[in-house]
T-cell receptor, first 119, second 114 residues
Framework: DTGVSQDPRHKITKRGQNVTFRCDPI?????LYWYRQTLGQGPEFLTY????????KSRLLSDRFSAERPKGSFSTLEIQRTEQGDSAMYLC?????????????????FGPGTRLTVL | EDKVVQSPLSLVVHEGDTVTLNCSYE??????LLWYKQEKKAPTFLFML????IEKKSGRLSSILDKKELFSILNITATQTGDSAIYLC??????????????FGKGTLLTVNP
Protein backbone atom coordinates (compact mmCIF):
# COMPACT_ATOMS: atom_id res chain seq x y z
CA ASP A 1 0.00 0.00 0.00
CA THR A 2 1.61 3.24 -1.12
CA GLY A 3 -0.93 5.63 0.42
CA VAL A 4 -0.69 7.71 3.58
CA SER A 5 -0.63 5.57 6.70
CA GLN A 6 -1.30 6.50 10.30
CA ASP A 7 -0.65 4.69 13.53
CA PRO A 8 -2.40 3.89 15.76
CA ARG A 9 -5.86 3.84 14.22
CA HIS A 10 -7.53 4.14 17.60
CA LYS A 11 -6.27 5.41 20.93
CA ILE A 12 -8.13 5.53 24.23
CA THR A 13 -6.40 7.35 27.03
CA LYS A 14 -7.14 8.87 30.40
CA ARG A 15 -7.23 12.60 30.91
CA GLY A 16 -3.79 13.95 31.73
CA GLN A 17 -1.84 11.32 29.83
CA ASN A 18 0.41 12.08 26.86
CA VAL A 19 -0.23 10.51 23.47
CA THR A 20 1.79 10.40 20.26
CA PHE A 21 0.55 9.65 16.77
CA ARG A 22 2.58 8.82 13.71
CA CYS A 23 1.97 9.58 10.05
CA ASP A 24 3.86 8.14 7.10
CA PRO A 25 3.15 10.17 3.96
CA ILE A 26 3.32 9.03 0.35
CA UNK A 27 7.03 8.62 -0.20
CA UNK A 28 7.70 11.30 -2.80
CA UNK A 29 5.47 13.90 -1.13
CA UNK A 30 7.29 16.79 0.47
CA UNK A 31 4.34 18.41 2.23
CA LEU A 32 2.61 16.90 5.24
CA TYR A 33 -0.45 18.25 7.01
CA TRP A 34 -2.22 17.51 10.27
CA TYR A 35 -5.94 18.11 10.73
CA ARG A 36 -8.42 17.48 13.52
CA GLN A 37 -12.00 16.46 12.81
CA THR A 38 -14.84 16.25 15.30
CA LEU A 39 -18.32 14.90 14.71
CA GLY A 40 -20.36 17.06 12.38
CA GLN A 41 -17.42 19.21 11.37
CA GLY A 42 -15.06 19.26 8.46
CA PRO A 43 -11.34 18.75 9.11
CA GLU A 44 -9.67 21.72 10.84
CA PHE A 45 -6.12 22.58 9.88
CA LEU A 46 -3.55 22.20 12.66
CA THR A 47 -0.12 22.46 11.09
CA TYR A 48 1.94 21.62 8.04
CA UNK A 49 5.49 20.80 7.05
CA UNK A 50 7.43 21.24 3.88
CA UNK A 51 10.17 18.65 4.15
CA UNK A 52 11.34 18.93 7.77
CA UNK A 53 10.37 22.59 8.24
CA UNK A 54 7.15 23.36 10.09
CA UNK A 55 5.81 26.28 8.05
CA UNK A 56 2.53 27.07 9.67
CA LYS A 57 0.65 26.36 12.88
CA SER A 58 -3.00 27.05 13.51
CA ARG A 59 -4.14 29.03 16.51
CA LEU A 60 -6.05 25.86 17.39
CA LEU A 61 -2.72 24.24 18.23
CA SER A 62 -2.23 24.95 21.92
CA ASP A 63 1.14 24.60 23.61
CA ARG A 64 0.15 21.06 24.64
CA PHE A 65 0.42 20.04 20.99
CA SER A 66 3.71 19.56 19.21
CA ALA A 67 4.50 18.13 15.83
CA GLU A 68 7.77 17.07 14.28
CA ARG A 69 9.02 15.77 10.99
CA PRO A 70 12.67 15.21 11.81
CA LYS A 71 13.95 13.76 8.55
CA GLY A 72 11.35 15.13 6.20
CA SER A 73 9.60 11.79 5.92
CA PHE A 74 7.28 10.55 8.69
CA SER A 75 5.78 12.94 11.22
CA THR A 76 4.65 12.67 14.81
CA LEU A 77 1.97 14.64 16.61
CA GLU A 78 2.17 14.64 20.40
CA ILE A 79 -0.52 15.84 22.76
CA GLN A 80 0.57 16.39 26.34
CA ARG A 81 -1.75 16.35 29.35
CA THR A 82 -4.73 15.30 27.24
CA GLU A 83 -8.13 16.79 27.95
CA GLN A 84 -11.56 15.42 27.07
CA GLY A 85 -11.91 18.15 24.47
CA ASP A 86 -8.99 16.63 22.58
CA SER A 87 -11.18 13.66 21.63
CA ALA A 88 -11.37 13.74 17.84
CA MET A 89 -10.16 12.11 14.65
CA TYR A 90 -6.63 13.26 13.82
CA LEU A 91 -6.03 13.18 10.09
CA CYS A 92 -2.75 13.38 8.27
CA UNK A 93 -2.46 14.30 4.60
CA UNK A 94 0.42 14.68 2.20
CA UNK A 95 0.95 16.44 -1.10
CA UNK A 96 3.64 17.20 -3.61
CA UNK A 97 4.78 20.77 -4.10
CA UNK A 98 7.11 20.84 -7.05
CA UNK A 99 8.93 23.97 -6.03
CA UNK A 100 8.43 26.80 -3.59
CA UNK A 101 7.13 29.28 -6.14
CA UNK A 102 5.13 27.24 -8.60
CA UNK A 103 2.94 24.81 -6.74
CA UNK A 104 1.14 23.23 -9.66
CA UNK A 105 -1.15 21.11 -7.59
CA UNK A 106 -1.79 20.76 -3.94
CA UNK A 107 -4.07 17.76 -4.06
CA UNK A 108 -3.83 16.36 -0.58
CA UNK A 109 -4.10 12.63 0.01
CA PHE A 110 -5.45 11.71 3.40
CA GLY A 111 -4.54 8.86 5.69
CA PRO A 112 -7.15 6.77 7.54
CA GLY A 113 -6.87 8.89 10.67
CA THR A 114 -6.25 8.18 14.34
CA ARG A 115 -9.37 8.32 16.49
CA LEU A 116 -8.51 9.60 19.95
CA THR A 117 -10.87 9.15 22.89
CA VAL A 118 -9.92 10.85 26.14
CA LEU A 119 -11.79 9.48 29.16
CA GLU B 1 -10.63 34.51 8.73
CA ASP B 2 -11.28 32.19 5.79
CA LYS B 3 -14.77 30.70 5.72
CA VAL B 4 -16.37 27.87 3.75
CA VAL B 5 -20.11 27.22 4.06
CA GLN B 6 -21.82 24.16 2.66
CA SER B 7 -25.51 23.57 2.17
CA PRO B 8 -27.57 21.68 2.85
CA LEU B 9 -25.94 20.11 5.89
CA SER B 10 -27.83 16.89 5.25
CA LEU B 11 -29.93 15.47 2.46
CA VAL B 12 -31.93 12.27 2.05
CA VAL B 13 -32.88 11.11 -1.44
CA HIS B 14 -33.99 7.96 -3.25
CA GLU B 15 -31.85 6.02 -5.64
CA GLY B 16 -31.99 7.53 -9.10
CA ASP B 17 -32.52 11.09 -7.89
CA THR B 18 -30.20 13.92 -8.91
CA VAL B 19 -28.68 16.05 -6.15
CA THR B 20 -26.89 19.39 -6.08
CA LEU B 21 -24.60 20.25 -3.21
CA ASN B 22 -23.54 23.84 -2.62
CA CYS B 23 -20.37 25.43 -1.34
CA SER B 24 -19.78 29.14 -0.84
CA TYR B 25 -16.59 30.68 0.41
CA GLU B 26 -14.89 33.83 1.63
CA UNK B 27 -11.14 33.55 1.57
CA UNK B 28 -8.16 35.78 1.02
CA UNK B 29 -5.81 34.79 -1.79
CA UNK B 30 -7.96 32.03 -3.24
CA UNK B 31 -6.08 29.39 -5.19
CA UNK B 32 -8.40 26.43 -5.72
CA LEU B 33 -11.52 24.70 -4.50
CA LEU B 34 -11.57 20.99 -3.83
CA TRP B 35 -14.35 18.47 -3.29
CA TYR B 36 -13.81 15.35 -1.19
CA LYS B 37 -16.01 12.36 -0.39
CA GLN B 38 -15.76 10.99 3.14
CA GLU B 39 -17.28 7.67 4.04
CA LYS B 40 -16.28 6.06 7.29
CA LYS B 41 -12.64 6.94 7.04
CA ALA B 42 -10.49 9.64 5.52
CA PRO B 43 -11.65 12.02 2.79
CA THR B 44 -10.97 10.89 -0.76
CA PHE B 45 -10.33 13.42 -3.47
CA LEU B 46 -13.00 14.09 -6.11
CA PHE B 47 -12.24 17.34 -7.94
CA MET B 48 -9.99 20.36 -7.90
CA LEU B 49 -11.34 23.53 -9.50
CA UNK B 50 -9.29 26.60 -10.25
CA UNK B 51 -11.06 28.32 -13.15
CA UNK B 52 -14.57 29.70 -13.35
CA UNK B 53 -17.13 28.15 -15.62
CA ILE B 54 -15.21 25.01 -16.55
CA GLU B 55 -17.12 21.90 -15.58
CA LYS B 56 -15.18 18.95 -14.26
CA LYS B 57 -16.82 15.59 -14.72
CA SER B 58 -16.19 12.10 -13.46
CA GLY B 59 -18.87 9.57 -14.24
CA ARG B 60 -22.08 10.67 -12.60
CA LEU B 61 -20.37 13.44 -10.64
CA SER B 62 -19.68 16.92 -11.96
CA SER B 63 -18.65 20.21 -10.45
CA ILE B 64 -18.28 23.81 -11.47
CA LEU B 65 -16.82 26.92 -9.88
CA ASP B 66 -17.99 30.53 -10.01
CA LYS B 67 -15.16 32.76 -8.81
CA LYS B 68 -17.19 35.92 -9.24
CA GLU B 69 -20.02 34.77 -6.98
CA LEU B 70 -17.64 32.71 -4.81
CA PHE B 71 -19.39 29.38 -4.92
CA SER B 72 -19.21 25.91 -6.35
CA ILE B 73 -21.73 23.14 -6.88
CA LEU B 74 -21.31 19.40 -6.95
CA ASN B 75 -23.91 17.47 -8.94
CA ILE B 76 -24.56 13.78 -8.65
CA THR B 77 -26.95 12.27 -11.19
CA ALA B 78 -28.73 8.91 -10.94
CA THR B 79 -27.67 8.54 -7.31
CA GLN B 80 -26.86 5.11 -5.91
CA THR B 81 -26.73 3.88 -2.33
CA GLY B 82 -22.95 3.82 -2.63
CA ASP B 83 -23.00 7.60 -3.00
CA SER B 84 -24.07 7.90 0.64
CA ALA B 85 -21.28 9.82 2.35
CA ILE B 86 -20.25 13.19 3.65
CA TYR B 87 -19.20 15.50 0.84
CA LEU B 88 -16.62 18.03 1.91
CA CYS B 89 -15.75 21.26 0.16
CA UNK B 90 -12.36 22.80 0.87
CA UNK B 91 -10.77 26.00 -0.34
CA UNK B 92 -7.05 26.33 -0.78
CA UNK B 93 -5.66 29.78 -0.09
CA UNK B 94 -2.24 31.30 0.10
CA UNK B 95 -1.47 32.16 3.70
CA UNK B 96 1.78 33.95 2.92
CA UNK B 97 4.82 33.24 0.78
CA UNK B 98 4.56 29.76 -0.61
CA UNK B 99 2.33 28.60 2.22
CA UNK B 100 -1.02 27.16 1.27
CA UNK B 101 -3.65 25.68 3.50
CA UNK B 102 -7.08 24.14 3.12
CA UNK B 103 -10.13 25.42 4.93
CA PHE B 104 -12.95 22.89 4.99
CA GLY B 105 -16.68 23.35 5.24
CA LYS B 106 -18.72 21.24 7.64
CA GLY B 107 -19.78 18.92 4.86
CA THR B 108 -23.08 17.72 3.46
CA LEU B 109 -24.26 14.35 4.71
CA LEU B 110 -25.93 12.62 1.76
CA THR B 111 -28.06 9.55 2.37
CA VAL B 112 -29.32 7.65 -0.65
CA ASN B 113 -32.10 5.21 0.16
CA PRO B 114 -32.88 2.23 -2.07
Amino acid sequence: DTGVSQDPRHKITKRGQNVTFRCDPISEHNRLYWYRQTLGQGPEFLTYFQNEAQLEKSRLLSDRFSAERPKGSFSTLEIQRTEQGDSAMYLCASSLARDAQRVLTNEQFFGPGTRLTVL
Amino acid sequence: EDKVVQSPLSLVVHEGDTVTLNCSYEVTNFRSLLWYKQEKKAPTFLFMLTSSGIEKKSGRLSSILDKKELFSILNITATQTGDSAIYLCAVEANSGGSNYKLTFGKGTLLTVNP
